[in-house]
């Protein structure tokens, strides 16, 4: 009997062990079913609604920009207001030999940015921007509402991501900014037609006659659509995994079409297309574009140091990439472990825009918004119990994120940046505004020659008095100038070189960006003479011809050159080319632009050390060559006092 007990007693214990195990383990999943649902509950939901527009404000601050497109934008808005008209020479703003035949359409979106600027100056910038970025978003939200998924924790910090991934384009202003948001109209078109079985096709191409006349980007919206009309066909008529239907088809097919046909509603009918042709299959384009950042490859940006130095834009953009191809990857499987969904145009469309994208930084605003829509396309076809459960295993990871990517907004903000420019204001800190006050104020006699940057500038702030010798329209300057332009640039500039070119080009004075500190001191050595520094201020110089000389020579010595008319400025980069052209023209103003540098730049700021190590090495090297110039002089006089 005792024996029995004590069989009985373990018994009892062992069920006691297995139902404490099973508590615990009823336990855990509870508090993991508790920690799903919190992250995904409508606290965390509206903290993440609330600080995802600030934290895009932020993200997008206007940092002084090195693009001048804007500027020549606003030169033809304002051209065709004028002149009643939609059609422009673009060689009428150059005095070299510019192609009359470029034809290059985007008068409705010059003029929309033309009439912001002169309505609310550079808060209009920033005014268009935020439409355009406000109008993708809410093009994101409707889908999503359309398909009847909440707009919960996942979804937010995916539209928080891609706001982040887009930075690099859209953070410009320019008419591309239209491009951008039409590229995500024509997606919600398609995907709400294959959603829903209805067609909106039809809008194809109605958009497209104001696309093609707001910017080249239309022919991006053309090879997306017909990239889908070639998918869906060979889904319908090969695959038959998920097609659309007979009607739905058809009907694609002929907004297509039709798409091809509004592309002809401008100015210049085919001769647009035709200039566009020639341009990209144009070898001195292609060497251009390599020159251009927006055509460099993102996978540069990917390795750590990027961060760390001030690629963070860069390495945020190409990360991004690869994190939302990570999550459609796992969509695109558990959808098709789960439903045997298998969409070919989803999974082309996503591969293509994200090569792509990885290598050309133009094109990598287009991934982001295929994907956006191809994971909500996903989980409305899987079912609601479904992707709610992808919700639910999402929602900690994407709270990660979240988290990152804000600190790393806040601290690349405060620790990075320059000069904070938050709403448009900053958008002219890097173009030569006082420089062409004193050109127009002194009246100086032209031609002038300029660097091919500023030159869109000159045109909006000089135009008519003054014409530009070349700009950043590319177009109108690749037959000549462009080659003549950059062979002088980048070639061991000599004397008889640039006598020779100022033959060819007879300008009699240059206006070049201290970007090019290098090349204005060059000007000035193989000159040997025949040129002087007459002006320089934050962003650029002037030189005249010595035939000038006479004119502006007593002018001149009125001028304040001297470094101490910076000592209240406080953005590092300018500091530092300040400095370099400063120790070009007189290391003891070089060493004074120092001091300025190390009173008036934040210690928050992560290059300042550097930058001060880099001025001080300068400095020595400086000092160095120096003596050893007076070195060899003081040899050269030795013989001749000898034999005195």
Same mark, same amino acid.
């Given at each position: ?95 070299? +030999? ?45 889908? %999503? ?19 982040? +991934? ?54 991006l919206g053309l090879f997306i659509i017909s990239l889908i009309v070639v998918c869906e066909s060979t889904d319908y008529f090969l695959l038959k995994k998920t097609p659309l239907s007979k009607n739905l088809l058809i009907s694609l097919w002929i907004a297509v079409a039709l798409s091809y046909l509004a592309t002809l509603v401008n100015p210049y009918g085919w001769d647009y297309h035709r200039t566009i042709l020639e341009t990209m299959m144009n070898t001195t384009y292609s060497e251009y574009s390599k020159r251009v950042m927006h055509y460099i ?65 133009? &094109? ?25 459960? %992808? ?12 988290? &990152? ?25 890097? &173009? ?48 000549? &100038? ?28 240059? %206006? ?26 934050n962003n650029a110089a002037i030189l005249i011809h010595k035939s000038l000389i006479p004119q502006f020579g007593e002018i001149s010595k009125t001028i304040d050159l001297s470094p101490y008319r910076y000592k209240n400025l406080q953005d590092p980069f300018l500091l530092y080319r300040l400095f370099i052209f400063y120790l070009n023209l007189e290391p003891q103003a070089a060493e004074v632009m120092l001091n300025i540098y190390k009173q008036n730049v934040s210690d928050l700021f992560p290059q300042k050390e550097q930058d001060l190590e880099e ?30």
């Amino acid at each position: 009997m005792a024996k029995v007990k004590r069989k009985k007693n373990k018994d009892s214990y062992s069920i006691k062990n297995q139902l404490s195990d099973a508590d615990k383990s009823a336990t855990e999943k509870n508090f993991l079913s508790r920690t799903f649902d919190f992250f995904n509950g409508k606290i965390v939901k509206w903290i993440l609604l609330l600080l995802l527009p600030i934290l895009t404000c932020v993200y997008y601050y206007d940092m002084t920009s090195w693009d001048y497109d804007v500027w020549w934008h606003m030169a033809l808005g304002k051209y065709y207001l004028q002149n009643h008209t939609m059609r422009v020479d673009h060689a009428i703003f150059s005095w070299t +030999q510019a192609a009359s035949d470029w034809n290059y359409n985007t008068w409705l979106g010059s003029t929309i940015f033309y009439l912001a600027h002169s309505v609310a100056g550079n808060f209009g910038f920033w005014l268009v921007r935020s439409f355009v970025l406000i109008g993708l978003f809410s093009l994101f939200y409707a889908y %999503v509402k359309a398909v009847k998924i909440s707009f919960n924790a996942p979804i937010i910090v995916l539209t928080f991501l891609i706001g982040i +991934q887009l930075n690099c384009i859209a953070m410009i202003f320019r008419p591309e900014l239209f491009s951008l948001l039409l590229f995500g109209a024509y997606l919600f078109i398609y995907f709400y037609s294959k959603s829903f079985n209805k067609n909106i096709f039809w809008l194809f191409p109605l958009l497209m006659i104001f696309w093609v006349n707001l910017h080249g980007g239309f022919i991006l919206g053309l090879f997306i659509i017909s990239l889908i009309v070639v998918c869906e066909s060979t889904d319908y008529f090969l695959l038959k995994k998920t097609p659309l239907s007979k009607n739905l088809l058809i009907s694609l097919w002929i907004a297509v079409a039709l798409s091809y046909l509004a592309t002809l509603v401008n100015p210049y009918g085919w001769d647009y297309h035709r200039t566009i042709l020639e341009t990209m299959m144009n070898t001195t384009y292609s060497e251009y574009s390599k020159r251009v950042m927006h055509y460099i490859s993102l996978w540069q940006f990917l390795p750590f140091k990027n961060f760390l130095a001030y690629n963070y834009k860069g390495f945020n953009t190409a990360w991004i990439m690869i994190i939302i191809m990570i999550l459609l990857i796992f969509t695109c499987i558990y959808t098709y472990a789960k439903k045997r969904i298998l969409d070919i145009t989803i999974i082309t469309l996503n591969l293509v825009f994200f090569i792509w994208g990885m290598n050309v930084l133009r &094109v990598s605003i287009i991934f982001p918004l295929t994907a956006f829509f191809s994971f909500i396309y996903l989980l409305f076809r899987i079912g609601e119990e479904w992707h709610s459960r %992808v919700r639910r295993m999402l929602a900690p990871l994407a709270l990660v994120l979240f988290i &990152v990517f804000s600190i790393q907004i806040l601290i690349t903000t405060i620790f990075y940046r320059n000069t904070f420019s938050w709403f448009g204001t900053g958008i002219d800190q890097t &173009v030569p505004i006082e420089e062409c006050a004193f050109i127009k104020k002194w009246k100086i006699p032209g031609p002038f020659f300029n660097d091919y940057l500023t030159g869109g500038y000159l045109i909006w702030a000089l135009s008519p008095d003054y014409k530009v010798f070349i700009d950043s329209r590319f177009g109108p300057y690749w037959k000549q &100038v462009l080659p003549d332009y950059y062979k002088l640039m980048n070639s061991q500039l000599t004397q008889e070189k640039l006598r020779s070119f100022n033959e060819q080009y007879p300008f009699k004075f240059m %206006v070049i960006n201290l970007t090019e500190t290098e090349k204005i001191m060059n000007f000035l050595m193989a000159g040997q003479g025949d040129w002087r520094l007459l002006y320089f201020g934050n962003n650029a110089a002037i030189l005249i011809h010595k035939s000038l000389i006479p004119q502006f020579g007593e002018i001149s010595k009125t001028i304040d050159l001297s470094p101490y008319r910076y000592k209240n400025l406080q953005d590092p980069f300018l500091l530092y080319r300040l400095f370099i052209f400063y120790l070009n023209l007189e290391p003891q103003a070089a060493e004074v632009m120092l001091n300025i540098y190390k009173q008036n730049v934040s210690d928050l700021f992560p290059q300042k050390e550097q930058d001060l190590e880099e001025m001080r090495n300068n400095l020595k090297q400086a000092e160095a060559i120096r003596r050893q110039r007076a070195q060899m002089q003081a040899n050269r006089q030795l013989p001749a006092r000898q034999e005195k």
